[in-house]
């Protein structure tokens, strides 16, 4: 007697344990490339902190340079907090903290009397 609906032993396709075996192997894969977007995305939101923070610094050296004088003073913004101080031959220290990330700048500004335009020239290498 032969039936209709059996299938034979020639004939080509998958076994559920191949299947098994190659849906492992998928997931496998499919977590290597989440944890990698996962790291990649931290180490840009790592980048973007520090680079806010550079551009804070940059601002705040700008700002010490116009005034005169000694001090020191303590930051709490909401991006972070930091500290400066500055004496009166012009040496300027800042530290910052933003997510994280540590920046620590050291500078000589010159304030002259009269400058063109109201700005103090920055001797703090290189920066505009």
């Given at each position: 007697?032969r039936t209709?609906?059996?299938?034979s032993?020639?004939?080509?396709?998958?076994?559920?344990?191949?299947l098994?075996?190659?849906l492992?192997?998928?997931?496998?894969?499919?977590?290597?490339v989440?944890?990698?977007?996962?790291?990649?995305?931290?180490t840009?939101?790592g980048a973007e902190?520090?680079?806010?923070?550079?551009?804070?610094?940059?601002?705040?050296?700008?700002?010490l340079?116009?005034?005169?004088?000694?001090?020191?003073?303590?930051i709490m913004?909401p991006w972070?907090?930091?500290?400066?101080?500055?004496?009166?031959s012009?040496?300027?220290?800042?530290?910052l903290e933003?997510d994280?990330?540590?920046?620590?700048?050291?500078?000589?500004?010159?304030v002259?009397?009269?400058?063109?335009?109201?700005?103090a020239?920055?001797?703090d290498?290189?920066?505009p």
């Amino acid at each position: 007697m032969r039936t209709e609906g059996r299938r034979s032993r020639g004939r080509g396709g998958f076994t559920l344990v191949e299947l098994l075996v190659a849906l492992v192997l998928l997931e496998v894969g499919l977590l290597g490339v989440v944890g990698t977007l996962v790291l990649a995305t931290r180490t840009l939101a790592g980048a973007e902190a520090r680079q806010d923070g550079v551009l804070r610094a940059r601002l705040l050296l700008d700002s010490l340079a116009r005034v005169e004088g000694s001090g020191q003073g303590d930051i709490m913004e909401p991006w972070g907090r930091g500290s400066w101080s500055r004496t009166g031959s012009g040496a300027v220290r800042l530290r910052l903290e933003v997510d994280g990330a540590v920046i620590d700048v050291e500078s000589h500004v010159d304030v002259p009397a009269e400058v063109p335009g109201g700005r103090a020239a920055a001797q703090d290498g290189g920066w505009p």
